[in-house]
T-cell receptor, first 115, second 115 residues
């Protein structure tokens, strides 16, 4: 597609449920990032992939968060046993090059609400 | 550590007014600086960037100059339009020498331009 596509756009989960958020980056983009954006805050880095390799997962807040990109294109962010503090917009971004210099293309985000 | 501080909003202006959104940063190393914009219902988009001291980034009538001596990257526009209404994020990335550069964002500033 023309841009980064994320699904679902909105997700409501009961506390304790598992959720999976999908990101379709721009075709051919090497780098893929996940960010978490709490209400009224700026995006915060979660994890980074270069092709299928997860090179940096230092921002994942707990071991309930897991991300994968098995074929170097589509990526999934999984959150197990969701908690209320997980409520946020999850942003995916991609870049054509491996060393991005900060120029990323963002999707519209997946808004997760945990009740 | 690396961080970005930007002025809180909302900023409300009349059409054709002059805009300044302040941004200061703290960084180890030599950061690149960015302004991203998020229009209603859309994903974050790169507005402009500057990669070294005294560089000026510009786009769509917006400008920002990388000031190392004051660690600032203030966004300016001489005459705003209603269509500029959006949330503006200041961000930095630091080159650690070969590894990809994750973005660190400020909290965002909402700009509302009234006709």
């Amino acid at each position: 597609g023309a841009g980064v596509s994320q699904s679902p756009r909105y997700k409501v989960a009961k506390r304790g449920q598992d959720v999976a958020l999908r990101c379709d980056p721009i075709s051919g983009h090497v780098s893929l990032f996940w960010y978490q954006q709490a209400l009224g805050q700026g995006p915060e880095f979660l994890t980074y992939f270069q092709n299928e390799a997860q090179l940096d997962k230092s921002g994942l807040p707990s071991d309930r968060f897991f991300a994968e990109r098995p074929e170097g294109s589509v990526s999934t962010l999984k959150i197990q046993r969701t908690q209320q503090e997980d409520s946020a917009v999850y942003l995916c971004a991609s870049s054509l090059v491996a060393v991005t210099q900060g120029e990323l293309f963002f999707g519209e985000g997946s808004r997760l609400t945990v009740l | 550590g690396n961080s970005v501080t930007q002025m809180e909003g909302p900023v409300t202006l009349s059409e054709e007014a002059f805009l300044t959104i302040n941004c200061t940063y703290t960084a180890t190393g030599y950061p690149s600086l960015f302004w991203y914009v998020q229009y209603p219902g859309e994903g974050l988009q790169l507005l402009l960037k500057a990669t070294k001291a005294d560089d000026k980034g510009s786009n769509k009538g917006f400008e920002a100059t990388y000031r190392k001596e004051t660690t600032s990257f203030h966004l300016e526009k001489g005459s705003v339009q209603v269509s500029d209404s959006a949330v503006y994020f200041c961000a930095l990335s630091v080159d650690y020498g070969g590894a990809t550069n994750k973005l660190i964002f400020g909290t965002g500033t909402l700009l509302a331009v009234q006709p």
